[in-house]
């Protein structure tokens, strides 16, 4: 390998390891003149990689025919690529197929979303469409021979032109697989894949998941008519109790390998077009756990990292805390660093705004939660674009003073190399969000655009129970909310964690609160039983499953032997159970008052204290009250100001929706 991953960013092979601060300018939408001016205004900044796409549909001239600056002068990637080198920035090259970068058709050729051979389809066999400014167009298939085909001919080209300039020849040091690939947006349970390829790889998944038992495949449907050669995925949500659950969980468990297998495919073409040796990369977008993305089967992805485009408020800080930690936990368990694949430094035009503090404050509150770098999307302006700390022409704006001294403070407190603490940890099941995903309640509009806009499963998911005692997904989000609530309160730092991931995440857990109603596989449970094995106290509620993770009956009973059932009939019982615990297992407490203040602790390999984050997503000045053991001062990382312990307190101000950066001083 010529670069490596590490838990602090990316080791170069040559005594460096390089933290991931990347940031984005697009060589094409710049006139040549100004390529070296930003790049170095970003060198100036401390970012230490400049991310860019390479839009295939920009390039290609016909089929198979390119300018790489042959003609257009601004096409020149490997011009760009050189003078960052010679600046000195590592690259993060994102060669697509789907770049999106606000592009006409995400950046793929016109020729190819018109190809039905490409196209999605829909049940009624349909191009799938996504209404996206400034034109709708038929998104491709994962499934598509014929795409992967076009796909495999384009990296061939960009090979062709810049796999000499991987590292240490030139700058390119990680490469992204694809973009976003939730379907392009139109991942809906039954939108789409209903084209003959992904029907083929259907039906190959089932005589896998089945072992070539018709007869498993039959029972577990509750039909004795399939076949693996016609069985048929269904359509559209058609369930009323549990035996019918199946077709459709297995359905969604199908999108979930339908992209781990496309991204497999892809990253395979990448290495044979010359990027061997270089560590892949994928981003998830907003929302992404209501997605088929399941990052447990992103094998084929070293670094899966997460979009953000967060609003400085309470709902937001929450969707930050939630997606973060489980990131962390994962990237962790792996000995990866967590990534913030595209953190907003504005926004797109059609987007809803987001000011400075908007963007900010979701930089420096995932920060906060665990992650260990980041890509400032966009670090230069550029068309189709609003907001970024760089302008067209290279020139600073007053806002890229923020985040030079953000990266400042990140260097001089050695932040990539430090750690939050997170003792507690809520599991949320892979089959809770499948059973999620097909009982949405709102028909084409993906179960995405809910969970950005702040919405839970209690708002999102049909009201039924199917024969059970209250329907699944609600009461198992309702259970895992109300220990959340009481962590939060009494200051204990806690994250979240995937149920296919936990086995990976899951060092340095004292206790683990696992959700369990609806179904549960048996894997989630021996890994469960694995925890308890190692030290660590296992909770499970709001019942005994009675289900598999395809809500099929179980062969056999749960082994709860071990793991203490908390039906938790009453939502207060969580506070009296966190209390509880906390003296028992002697659970760390960082309390702050107000309750809507938030406090994150990060410390180094000893333990120790060594910055802390005061969080005010509000929009109203306070006073926050934080007790920290050990802690007799904090000194503002990112602006000056000190505040020393006042009694059993330290009383630091935070403004409206801010985060402050604090170095912690030991008593």
Known sequence: MRVRLS???????????????????????????????????????????????????????????????????RLNVARFLELAHEVGLRCLLRPGPHINAELTFFGLPERIVWD????????????????????????????SEAFFEETSRWYQAVGERLSRLCWPDGPIVLVQVDNEGALYFRDGQY????????????????RA????????????????????????????FDARETRELSRHVDWAEFHEQLLSSAMERMAASLKEAGFSGLPT??????????TPLNPARLTAIDLVGLDYYHAANPTEHWAILRRTTELACRCEGRGRPAFGAEVGAGFPPF???????????????????????????????????????????????????????LLAALDQSGFHKLRRRAPVRLVVPRALRRLARVTHAFGPLTPALFHVAGAGWRETVLERDFG???????????????????????????????????????????????????????????SLHAARESGALVTMGPRVPELDGAMRPLRRPVNVVGIEIEPLDDLARADALVARRIDELRLPTWPVDPVDAYVAVHEDETGTPRVVFVMNPTPNDAVARVSLAGVSALVDALSEGRVARAGGALEVSAPARTVRMMVAEAS
């Open 209 to 236: 998941k089945y072992r070539r038992n018709a007869k498993a495949l039959r029972n577990s449907w509750d039909d004795e008519t399939l076949g693996f050669a016609t069985v048929e995925p269904p359509k559209s």
């Open 191 to 206: 939108d789409q894949d209903y084209h003959p390829d992904a029907v083929r790889a259907f039906r190959d998944f089932l």
């Open 281 to 290: 990369t994928h981003n998830l977008p907003l929302g992404e756990s209501a």
């Open 468 to 526: 059970l005692d209250a329907p699944p997904v609600m009461a198992a989000e309702a259970y895992l909310r109300a220990f959340e609530r009481a962590l939060h309160a009494r200051g204990v730092p806690f994250a979240y964690t995937g149920g296919e991931t936990v086995e990976h995440s899951i060092e340095g857990a004292q206790w683990i609160v696992c959700a369990s109603a609806g179904g549960l596989k048996p894997d989630l449970v021996q």
């Open 351 to 405: 987007f809803s705004p987001l000011d400075e503090h908007d963007s900010m404050y979701a930089l420096i509150a995932a920060l906060a939660y665990g992650l260990r770098g980041f890509n400032l999307y966009m670090a230069v302006e550029r068309d189709r674009w609003i907001g970024a700390p760089i302008d067209p022409h290279g020139r600073p704006r007053p806002m890229a003073q923020r985040y030079t001294r």
């Open 116 to 143: 039905p051979q490409c196209q999605a389809r829909t049940p009624g066999g349909h191009p799938v469409m996504l209404p996206i400014v400034p034109v709708a167009f038929p998104v491709p298939s994962y499934a």
């Open 7 to 73: 838990p602090h960013g990316l080791d170069l092979c040559d005594g460096e390891v390089l933290p991931l601060w990347a940031g984005a300018m697009h060589y094409w939408r710049h006139p040549p003149r100004d390529w070296r001016v930003g790049l170095e205004a970003m060198k100036k900044m401390g970012l230490r990689l400049v991310d860019t796409y390479v839009p295939w549909g920009v390039h290609e001239t016909a089929p198979g025919q390119y300018d790489f600056g042959e003609r257009d002068p």
